[in-house]
């Protein structure tokens, strides 16, 4: 991209006049570019607070979905969906929400609906993991494409270890990661709480008999 940007610049430079025409998109380039950077970090973060059930969020962003919904992918049961909505500004990389086994990964084609509508989780473009939680609870974390994002990116593997330092995978440009929960979990969100990636603790699950 980089050296794109400077392949336009220096001949715009050299033989467009007047000189504040070749300044303005100079000044552009160097938008775009620092943009594009700050979306693609991919920082490494270390959550060092209480582990006992406890489900991290899964990305930056905002809580636009809190309720009891069915969850007929993987679950086939009710379950607390918790969804958490990215900008553009906000870092796309996706931690594990929970430390366990990953059960099962999918991919799906889908619409690119804007996030915000409730059905973009079934009917837009999204992949979804399913994890076993160390004490024998089930969740399932589904990453959401939205009107922007065309890319989603899985790190996740069936049979791998999730630690909650670890990156789930990626969303490019795009939009919104959903948690399905046991029902009976207990929530420490609401509706528009902010949350960070890999640090802010969301819910406790249920204590397994």
Same mark, same amino acid.
């Given at each position: 991209?980089?050296?794109?940007?400077?392949?336009?610049?220096?001949?715009?430079?050299?033989?467009?006049?007047?000189?504040?025409?070749?300044?303005?998109?100079?000044?552009?380039?160097?938008?775009?570019?620092?943009?594009?950077?700050?979306?693609?970090?991919?920082?490494?973060?270390?959550?060092?607070? !209480?582990?006992?059930?406890? *489900?991290?969020?899964? @990305?930056? =962003?905002?809580?636009?979905?809190?309720?009891? +919904? &069915?969850?007929? %992918?993987?679950?086939?049961?009710?379950?607390?969906?918790?969804?958490?909505?990215?900008?553009?500004?906000?870092?796309?990389?996706?931690?594990?929400?929970?430390?366990?086994?990953?059960?099962?990964?999918?991919?799906?084609?889908?619409?690119?609906?804007?996030?915000?509508?409730?059905?973009?989780?079934?009917?837009?473009?999204?992949?979804?993991?399913?994890?076993?939680?160390? !004490?024998?609870?089930?969740? *399932?974390?589904?990453? @959401?494409? =939205?009107?922007?994002?065309?890319?989603?990116? +899985? &790190?996740?593997? %069936?049979?791998?270890?999730?630690?909650?330092?670890?990156?789930?995978?990626?969303?490019?440009?795009?939009?919104?990661?959903?948690?399905?929960?046991?029902?009976?979990?207990?929530?420490?969100?609401?509706?528009?709480?902010?949350?960070?990636?890999?640090?802010?603790?969301?819910?406790?699950?249920?204590?397994?008999?």
């Amino acid at each position: 991209m980089l050296l794109v940007l400077t392949v336009l610049n220096v001949p715009c430079y050299l033989f467009i006049r007047p000189r504040w025409i070749p300044l303005v998109f100079l000044i552009f380039s160097i938008t775009l570019f620092a943009l594009i950077v700050n979306f693609f970090r991919s920082p490494r973060r270390h959550y060092d607070g !209480d582990t006992d059930r406890m *489900v991290l969020s899964s @990305v930056d =962003g905002k809580v636009v979905a809190l309720e009891k +919904t &069915y969850e007929g %992918e993987y679950l086939k049961s009710e379950a607390i969906q918790l969804s958490v909505f990215m900008t553009p500004l906000n870092v796309h990389a996706n931690w594990f929400p929970v430390q366990g086994r990953v059960l099962y990964t999918r991919h799906h084609k889908g619409r690119f609906m804007s996030a915000y509508l409730p059905k973009s989780s079934t009917d837009n473009e999204r992949s979804t993991i399913a994890i076993e939680t160390d !004490d024998g609870n089930v969740i *399932v974390a589904r990453q @959401v494409a =939205g009107a922007i994002a065309r890319r989603i990116v +899985t &790190y996740a593997q %069936e049979g791998e270890r999730a630690e909650f330092d670890d990156h789930l995978g990626f969303i490019k440009f795009g939009s919104r990661v959903d948690l399905f929960l046991p029902i009976d979990s207990e929530i420490f969100v609401k509706l528009g709480d902010k949350t960070i990636g890999g640090i802010t603790p969301v819910a406790r699950l249920p204590r397994k008999s």
